[in-house]
Protein backbone atom coordinates (compact mmCIF):
# COMPACT_ATOMS: atom_id res chain seq x y z
CA UNK A 1 0.00 0.00 0.00
CA UNK A 2 1.69 3.39 -0.86
CA UNK A 3 1.96 6.20 1.53
CA UNK A 4 0.99 9.65 0.45
CA UNK A 5 0.96 13.14 2.94
CA UNK A 6 -2.10 15.21 3.24
CA UNK A 7 -1.33 18.61 4.84
CA UNK A 8 -4.17 19.80 6.84
CA UNK A 9 -6.13 16.53 7.00
CA UNK A 10 -7.70 17.39 9.95
CA UNK A 11 -9.83 20.48 8.55
CA UNK A 12 -12.96 20.54 6.50
CA UNK A 13 -12.31 18.94 2.71
CA UNK A 14 -8.88 17.77 4.08
CA UNK A 15 -10.69 15.10 7.09
CA UNK A 16 -12.89 14.26 4.22
CA UNK A 17 -10.12 12.99 1.68
CA UNK A 18 -8.94 11.22 4.24
CA UNK A 19 -11.79 9.57 5.40
CA UNK A 20 -12.68 8.74 1.93
CA UNK A 21 -8.96 7.35 0.99
CA UNK A 22 -8.29 5.48 4.46
CA UNK A 23 -8.57 2.21 2.61
CA UNK A 24 -6.77 2.98 -0.53
CA UNK A 25 -3.50 4.38 0.71
CA UNK A 26 -1.26 4.59 4.34
CA UNK A 27 -2.32 7.88 5.42
CA UNK A 28 0.52 10.38 7.05
CA UNK A 29 -1.81 13.40 7.96
CA UNK A 30 0.27 16.85 9.05
CA UNK A 31 -1.80 19.35 10.57
CA UNK A 32 -1.10 22.23 13.35
CA UNK A 33 -4.41 21.33 14.56
CA UNK A 34 -5.61 25.42 14.73
CA UNK A 35 -9.52 26.55 15.47
CA UNK A 36 -10.44 25.24 12.05
CA UNK A 37 -9.34 21.83 12.73
CA UNK A 38 -11.08 19.36 14.36
CA UNK A 39 -9.13 15.55 15.18
CA UNK A 40 -12.55 14.32 16.52
CA UNK A 41 -13.32 14.52 12.50
CA UNK A 42 -10.97 11.27 12.27
CA UNK A 43 -11.55 9.39 15.23
CA UNK A 44 -13.57 6.46 12.74
CA UNK A 45 -10.01 6.05 11.65
CA UNK A 46 -7.43 6.68 14.17
CA UNK A 47 -5.96 3.54 15.01
CA UNK A 48 -6.08 2.42 11.66
CA UNK A 49 -3.16 0.86 10.95
CA UNK A 50 -2.91 2.95 7.37
CA UNK A 51 -3.55 5.98 9.35
CA UNK A 52 -0.60 8.46 11.36
CA UNK A 53 -0.64 11.64 12.65
CA UNK A 54 1.39 14.44 13.31
CA UNK A 55 1.42 17.89 15.24
CA UNK A 56 3.25 19.61 13.14
CA UNK A 57 3.19 23.08 11.54
CA UNK A 58 4.13 23.16 7.54
CA UNK A 59 6.46 25.87 8.36
CA UNK A 60 8.44 23.45 10.29
CA UNK A 61 10.41 22.41 7.13
CA UNK A 62 12.93 20.51 9.09
CA UNK A 63 10.62 18.24 10.40
CA UNK A 64 8.84 17.58 6.84
CA UNK A 65 12.21 16.97 5.10
CA UNK A 66 12.32 14.10 7.98
CA UNK A 67 8.70 12.97 7.18
CA UNK A 68 9.48 13.00 3.70
CA UNK A 69 12.62 10.84 4.02
CA UNK A 70 11.18 8.07 6.61
CA UNK A 71 7.80 7.58 4.34
CA UNK A 72 8.53 8.41 0.87
CA UNK A 73 4.93 9.16 -0.61
CA UNK A 74 3.86 9.00 -3.60
CA UNK A 75 1.67 12.07 -3.57
CA UNK A 76 1.67 15.22 -1.28
CA UNK A 77 -2.04 16.63 -0.59
CA UNK A 78 -1.39 20.66 0.63
CA UNK A 79 -4.69 21.33 2.32
CA UNK A 80 -3.30 23.12 4.84
CA UNK A 81 -4.61 26.84 4.28
CA UNK A 82 -5.96 29.90 6.03
CA UNK A 83 -9.42 29.99 4.01
CA UNK A 84 -11.58 32.83 5.40
CA UNK A 85 -12.11 35.55 3.98
CA UNK A 86 -13.50 37.94 6.00
CA UNK A 87 -10.74 37.13 8.27
CA UNK A 88 -8.05 37.92 5.77
CA UNK A 89 -9.59 41.43 5.15
CA UNK A 90 -8.93 42.03 9.11
CA UNK A 91 -5.58 40.36 8.98
CA UNK A 92 -3.38 39.01 6.67
CA UNK A 93 -0.84 37.62 8.34
CA UNK A 94 -1.77 34.08 8.79
CA UNK A 95 -2.80 33.92 5.14
CA UNK A 96 0.66 35.06 4.13
CA UNK A 97 2.55 32.73 6.70
CA UNK A 98 0.23 29.38 5.84
CA UNK A 99 -0.67 29.66 2.67
CA UNK A 100 2.25 31.28 0.68
CA UNK A 101 5.35 30.15 3.41
CA UNK A 102 4.11 27.19 3.94
CA UNK A 103 3.32 25.77 0.50
CA UNK A 104 7.43 27.53 0.12
CA UNK A 105 8.17 25.47 3.07
CA UNK A 106 6.78 22.12 1.72
CA UNK A 107 8.42 22.58 -1.91
CA UNK A 108 12.08 23.55 0.01
CA UNK A 109 11.24 19.75 2.01
CA UNK A 110 10.30 18.11 -1.55
CA UNK A 111 13.56 19.65 -3.24
CA UNK A 112 15.49 18.10 -0.52
CA UNK A 113 14.34 14.70 -0.97
CA UNK A 114 15.96 14.52 -4.54
CA UNK A 115 15.71 11.20 -4.42
CA UNK A 116 11.68 11.16 -4.70
CA UNK A 117 11.76 13.51 -8.05
CA UNK A 118 12.87 10.60 -9.91
CA UNK A 119 9.53 8.50 -9.16
CA UNK A 120 6.29 9.14 -9.84
CA UNK A 121 5.95 11.32 -7.13
CA UNK A 122 3.85 14.33 -7.71
CA UNK A 123 2.85 17.70 -5.55
CA UNK A 124 -1.11 18.36 -5.23
CA UNK A 125 -1.96 21.70 -5.08
CA UNK A 126 -5.37 22.57 -3.70
CA UNK A 127 -6.63 25.71 -5.03
CA UNK A 128 -9.71 27.13 -5.20
CA UNK A 129 -11.93 29.23 -7.71
CA UNK A 130 -11.44 32.69 -6.03
CA UNK A 131 -7.89 33.11 -7.31
CA UNK A 132 -9.37 33.69 -10.89
CA UNK A 133 -11.51 36.50 -9.40
CA UNK A 134 -14.78 38.43 -10.03
CA UNK A 135 -15.94 37.30 -13.50
CA UNK A 136 -18.82 38.17 -16.24
CA UNK A 137 -22.24 36.72 -14.85
CA UNK A 138 -22.40 33.13 -16.78
CA UNK A 139 -18.96 32.90 -17.35
CA UNK A 140 -17.11 29.46 -16.44
CA UNK A 141 -13.22 30.00 -15.83
CA UNK A 142 -11.11 27.79 -17.49
CA UNK A 143 -7.92 26.55 -16.56
CA UNK A 144 -5.72 28.76 -18.34
CA UNK A 145 -7.44 31.93 -17.69
CA UNK A 146 -5.51 34.95 -15.70
CA UNK A 147 -5.37 34.96 -11.96
CA UNK A 148 -7.27 38.18 -10.93
CA UNK A 149 -7.66 37.48 -7.01
CA UNK A 150 -9.64 40.03 -5.20
CA UNK A 151 -9.12 39.15 -1.16
CA UNK A 152 -5.88 38.83 1.11
CA UNK A 153 -6.83 35.11 1.06
CA UNK A 154 -7.38 34.57 -2.86
CA UNK A 155 -4.25 36.60 -3.56
CA UNK A 156 -1.98 34.17 -0.80
CA UNK A 157 -3.49 31.30 -2.37
CA UNK A 158 -2.48 32.68 -6.32
CA UNK A 159 0.83 33.10 -4.98
CA UNK A 160 1.37 29.80 -3.30
CA UNK A 161 0.22 28.12 -6.94
CA UNK A 162 2.78 30.15 -8.99
CA UNK A 163 5.09 29.05 -6.19
CA UNK A 164 4.08 24.95 -6.98
CA UNK A 165 3.85 25.89 -11.11
CA UNK A 166 7.48 27.37 -10.75
CA UNK A 167 9.10 24.50 -9.01
CA UNK A 168 7.53 22.73 -11.06
CA UNK A 169 9.20 24.47 -14.27
CA UNK A 170 12.90 25.03 -12.10
CA UNK A 171 12.80 22.36 -9.99
CA UNK A 172 11.42 19.76 -11.95
CA UNK A 173 8.74 18.78 -9.04
CA UNK A 174 5.97 17.01 -11.01
CA UNK A 175 2.35 18.35 -9.86
CA UNK A 176 -0.94 19.12 -10.21
CA UNK A 177 -2.78 22.29 -9.41
CA UNK A 178 -6.96 21.63 -8.17
CA UNK A 179 -9.57 24.67 -8.35
CA UNK A 180 -12.65 23.57 -6.80
CA UNK A 181 -15.47 25.88 -6.41
CA UNK A 182 -17.62 26.89 -2.75
CA UNK A 183 -17.54 23.26 -0.98
CA UNK A 184 -20.10 22.22 1.46
CA UNK A 185 -20.78 18.83 3.75
CA UNK A 186 -19.55 17.44 6.46
CA UNK A 187 -16.84 18.85 9.24
CA UNK A 188 -16.91 22.59 7.88
CA UNK A 189 -16.09 25.21 10.26
CA UNK A 190 -19.03 27.05 11.54
CA UNK A 191 -17.76 30.86 10.74
CA UNK A 192 -18.38 29.54 7.31
CA UNK A 193 -21.66 30.57 5.27
CA UNK A 194 -23.46 27.61 4.93
CA UNK A 195 -22.87 26.61 8.59
CA UNK A 196 -23.63 29.78 9.31
CA UNK A 197 -27.25 29.38 7.81
CA UNK A 198 -27.34 26.47 9.31
CA UNK A 199 -26.82 27.02 13.15
CA UNK A 200 -28.75 30.63 12.58
CA UNK A 201 -31.68 28.39 11.88
CA UNK A 202 -31.48 26.35 14.87
CA UNK A 203 -30.53 28.51 17.40
CA UNK A 204 -33.32 30.85 16.07
CA UNK A 205 -31.15 33.55 14.89
CA UNK A 206 -30.48 36.69 12.58
CA UNK A 207 -29.17 35.04 8.92
CA UNK A 208 -27.07 37.46 7.94
CA UNK A 209 -26.84 38.14 3.87
CA UNK A 210 -24.21 40.48 2.19
CA UNK A 211 -25.38 43.20 0.06
CA UNK A 212 -27.99 42.39 -1.84
CA UNK A 213 -27.77 38.64 -1.93
CA UNK A 214 -27.15 38.13 -5.36
CA UNK A 215 -23.72 37.49 -5.42
CA UNK A 216 -23.39 34.03 -7.14
CA UNK A 217 -21.56 30.69 -6.87
CA UNK A 218 -21.07 27.25 -7.87
CA UNK A 219 -21.45 24.55 -4.89
CA UNK A 220 -20.10 21.67 -4.58
CA UNK A 221 -20.88 18.74 -1.85
CA UNK A 222 -17.23 17.90 -0.50
CA UNK A 223 -17.05 14.45 -1.43
CA UNK A 224 -17.42 15.04 -5.58
CA UNK A 225 -14.54 17.48 -4.88
CA UNK A 226 -12.20 14.96 -3.11
CA UNK A 227 -13.19 12.39 -5.67
CA UNK A 228 -12.24 14.89 -8.07
CA UNK A 229 -9.04 15.38 -6.41
CA UNK A 230 -7.42 11.53 -6.04
CA UNK A 231 -8.46 11.40 -9.95
CA UNK A 232 -6.23 14.06 -10.52
CA UNK A 233 -3.27 12.54 -8.80
CA UNK A 234 -3.88 9.43 -10.43
CA UNK A 235 -4.50 10.26 -13.96
CA UNK A 236 -4.24 13.64 -14.40
CA UNK A 237 -1.04 14.72 -16.36
CA UNK A 238 1.87 16.19 -15.01
CA UNK A 239 2.13 19.77 -14.16
CA UNK A 240 -1.58 20.54 -15.65
CA UNK A 241 -4.37 22.30 -14.04
CA UNK A 242 -7.65 20.76 -13.51
CA UNK A 243 -11.20 22.73 -12.76
CA UNK A 244 -12.98 20.85 -9.95
CA UNK A 245 -16.82 22.41 -10.08
CA UNK A 246 -20.48 21.45 -10.42
CA UNK A 247 -22.21 23.51 -12.50
CA UNK A 248 -24.80 24.27 -9.62
CA UNK A 249 -24.96 27.83 -9.56
CA UNK A 250 -27.52 29.54 -6.46
CA UNK A 251 -27.09 33.13 -5.47
CA UNK A 252 -26.92 34.07 -2.20
CA UNK A 253 -30.17 34.91 -1.37
CA UNK A 254 -31.49 31.69 -3.45
CA UNK A 255 -28.86 29.40 -1.37
CA UNK A 256 -30.40 30.73 1.55
CA UNK A 257 -34.08 30.30 0.81
CA UNK A 258 -33.67 26.65 -0.36
CA UNK A 259 -31.71 25.76 2.97
CA UNK A 260 -34.40 27.96 4.77
CA UNK A 261 -36.98 25.41 2.68
CA UNK A 262 -35.21 21.78 3.55
CA UNK A 263 -35.60 22.71 7.37
CA UNK A 264 -38.98 23.69 6.78
CA UNK A 265 -39.91 20.22 4.26
CA UNK A 266 -37.48 17.66 5.77
CA UNK A 267 -36.89 18.82 9.78
CA UNK A 268 -40.73 20.41 10.31
CA UNK A 269 -39.55 24.04 11.00
CA UNK A 270 -41.84 26.75 10.69
CA UNK A 271 -41.97 28.68 7.88
CA UNK A 272 -41.38 31.67 9.82
CA UNK A 273 -37.42 30.66 9.96
CA UNK A 274 -37.82 32.94 6.17
CA UNK A 275 -38.24 36.13 8.83
CA UNK A 276 -34.47 35.18 10.08
CA UNK A 277 -33.08 36.89 6.61
CA UNK A 278 -31.19 39.97 7.02
CA UNK A 279 -29.33 41.88 4.82
CA UNK A 280 -26.44 43.85 6.08
CA UNK A 281 -23.53 45.81 4.86
CA UNK A 282 -21.48 43.89 2.26
CA UNK A 283 -18.21 43.10 2.60
CA UNK A 284 -14.95 45.07 1.21
CA UNK A 285 -14.34 43.74 -2.45
CA UNK A 286 -16.60 41.03 -2.31
CA UNK A 287 -16.57 39.15 -5.82
CA UNK A 288 -20.23 38.93 -7.60
CA UNK A 289 -19.50 35.84 -9.80
CA UNK A 290 -18.01 32.60 -9.50
CA UNK A 291 -17.68 29.41 -12.09
CA UNK A 292 -15.98 27.16 -13.12
CA UNK A 293 -15.67 24.96 -16.67
CA UNK A 294 -14.53 21.15 -15.51
CA UNK A 295 -14.89 19.70 -18.96
CA UNK A 296 -11.25 19.34 -18.51
CA UNK A 297 -11.81 16.73 -15.62
CA UNK A 298 -14.64 15.40 -16.49
CA UNK A 299 -12.37 13.64 -19.60
CA UNK A 300 -10.93 11.69 -16.76
CA UNK A 301 -13.84 10.05 -16.34
CA UNK A 302 -14.75 11.96 -13.31
CA UNK A 303 -18.62 13.65 -12.70
CA UNK A 304 -20.35 15.03 -9.70
CA UNK A 305 -22.62 11.98 -7.88
CA UNK A 306 -24.36 14.09 -5.56
CA UNK A 307 -27.98 15.64 -5.82
CA UNK A 308 -27.80 19.05 -3.79
CA UNK A 309 -31.00 19.04 -1.93
CA UNK A 310 -29.99 15.24 -0.52
CA UNK A 311 -26.78 16.33 0.33
CA UNK A 312 -27.76 19.43 1.73
CA UNK A 313 -30.36 17.47 3.87
CA UNK A 314 -27.19 15.40 4.93
CA UNK A 315 -25.57 17.93 5.79
CA UNK A 316 -28.16 19.74 8.00
CA UNK A 317 -28.98 16.47 9.44
CA UNK A 318 -25.00 16.60 10.90
CA UNK A 319 -25.06 19.81 12.02
CA UNK A 320 -28.04 19.37 14.07
CA UNK A 321 -26.58 16.10 15.84
Known amino acids: MKNIIVTGGAGFIGSNFILQNINKYKIINIDTLTYASNQNYLKSVSKSKNYKFYKINILNTKKIINLIKEYKPIYIFNFAAESHVDNSIKNSDKFINTNILGTHSLLKAVLHNKKILSTNFKFIQISTDEVFGDVKKNYLSKEGDRYNPSSPYSASKAASDHLVSSWGRTYNIKYNITYSSNNFGLNQNREKFI ?37 VANYGRINEHYNIGSNYSLTNIELVKKICNIFIKEFHYSNKILNLIKHVKDRPGHDRNYGLDARKLRRLNWKCNSDFNHSMKKTIAWYLK
Do not use: F, H
Not at 201 to 217: A, E, F
Open 195 to 231: PVVINSIIKNKKIPIYGDGKQKRDWIYVEDNTNGIIK
